[in-house]
């Protein structure tokens, strides 16, 4: 049985949301998850201590002043007053999503939480699948993966892209949950472990796979967006899959060394046919085939560079060790 679960009475969740401009959905989304927690502790599946932690990631909007109205006066949502469901904690610059993701729950360690569960603002998960994590989580499940049980609400665009990004990845030697996103149950044993990892690249959907104890999944259907658009356009979710790729995989290093043979060897075809050329007399039909050679061999460097460029990049972010993102401000009911 997982770590501090042997009652239910013993379980004080944190449910973590990170926000990002989201003054859209923010009043929804806390009207939801205080309905959803006081359904579950009225069941006594969890303690009444139980808290839904927002984190601001530097918003540009009215997100923090709701998440701190949700904290100060709930009934301003129409929830009941003596309901202190929210707690919240202020980014000072925008960090990005897996950071703000990562402070979440770095938090709700500090805090003495139980077990956590994690999920975007935008209301596309399924909340009620909450009572199945927790189930398998109170069996002995330490970790526990919301996964899409189907894709029908994503263009075709997006579902080729996500099956080719997973099997991409798997092929790297990357273990991932495919059609699972941020949306998961960790108990804090697992939570512990997170926190030892101290890189600055932060692949989350990678890093939790690699954490090992037992693991469960819950299968539910994502829905659409309530308000607002979408935080993750095709160039943030082409800078998010190459970070998954980057930070756990040096095949693409390998590859660069790959190129470079190839490269040798269509220079040494290319010099033969030269040879060839000459004897015959077609000098100038030779051209053309030296111009390919110098855009393919051209091309291969830049490539390569490019690559192992992005390899020195991240090793030069670490070796700043700068720290991953500064609180701002939070509000005060986070004591452990």
């Known amino acids: 049985m997982a770590e501090d679960a042997t009652n239910n009475a013993a379980v004080?969740?944190?449910?973590?949301?990170?926000?990002?401009?989201?003054?859209?959905?923010?009043?929804?989304?806390?009207?939801?998850?205080?309905?959803?927690?006081?359904?579950?502790?009225?069941?006594?599946?969890?303690?009444?201590?139980?808290?839904?932690?927002?984190?601001?990631?530097?918003?540009?909007?009215?997100?923090?002043?709701?998440?701190?109205?949700?904290?100060?006066?709930?009934?301003?949502?129409?929830?009941?007053?003596?309901?202190?469901?929210?707690?919240?904690?202020?980014?000072?610059?925008?960090?990005?999503?897996?950071?703000?993701?990562?402070?979440?729950?770095?938090?709700?360690?500090?805090?003495?939480?139980?077990?956590?569960?994690?999920?975007?603002?935008?209301?596309?998960?399924?909340?009620?699948?909450?009572?199945?994590?927790?189930?398998?989580?109170?069996?002995?499940?330490?970790?526990?993966?919301?996964?899409?049980?189907?894709?029908?609400?994503?263009?075709?665009?997006?579902?080729?892209?996500?099956?080719?990004?997973?099997?991409?990845?798997?092929?790297?030697g990357v273990e991932m949950v495919s059609d699972s996103a941020d949306y998961r149950l960790m108990g804090r044993r697992a939570v512990e472990a997170l926190s030892r990892y101290g890189e600055v690249n932060l692949f989350l959907r990678g890093i939790v796979p690699a954490l090992g104890f037992s693991t469960d999944k819950v299968y539910y259907v994502r829905g659409a967006r309530f308000a607002g658009e979408s935080k993750y356009p095709l160039k943030k979710m082409l800078s998010f899959a190459f970070e998954g790729i980057t930070s756990f995989s040096v095949k693409p290093i390998r590859w660069v060394s790959l190129l470079g043979a190839l490269s040798i060897v269509v220079a040494i075809a290319m010099l033969i046919y030269t040879f060839v050329s000459m004897a015959f007399g077609h000098v100038v039909e030779g051209w053309s085939s030296l111009m390919v050679s110098i855009w393919l061999v051209g091309g291969l460097i830049m490539l390569s560079l490019g690559i192992v460029g992005e390899y020195i990049g991240k090793i030069y972010l670490e070796a700043k060790a700068r720290p991953r993102y500064i609180i701002a401000e939070e509000t005060d009911g986070l004591s452990a």
Not at 137 to 150: D, F, H, T
């Open 12 to 172: 004080r969740l944190a449910i973590v949301v990170p926000c990002y401009n989201e003054e859209e959905v923010l009043p929804e989304t806390c009207r939801r998850l205080a309905a959803k927690l006081a359904s579950l502790v009225e069941r006594e599946i969890v303690a009444p201590q139980s808290r839904v932690l927002f984190v601001n990631d530097g918003s540009r909007d009215a997100t923090w002043s709701l998440i701190k109205q949700a904290s100060l006066d709930p009934a301003a949502f129409g929830i009941a007053p003596d309901a202190p469901w929210f707690e919240g904690i202020c980014f000072a610059h925008n960090e990005a999503h897996q950071n703000a993701l990562f402070a979440g729950l770095m938090r709700a360690l500090e805090a003495g939480f139980t077990c956590t569960i994690s999920l975007d603002a935008d209301l596309q998960d399924d909340i009620d699948a909450m009572d199945e994590m927790l189930e398998k989580y109170l069996a002995g499940a330490e970790i526990v993966y919301g996964v899409r049980s189907n894709r029908d609400t994503d263009t075709a665009f997006k579902r080729g892209t996500a099956e080719a990004f997973y099997g991409f990845m798997r092929w790297l």
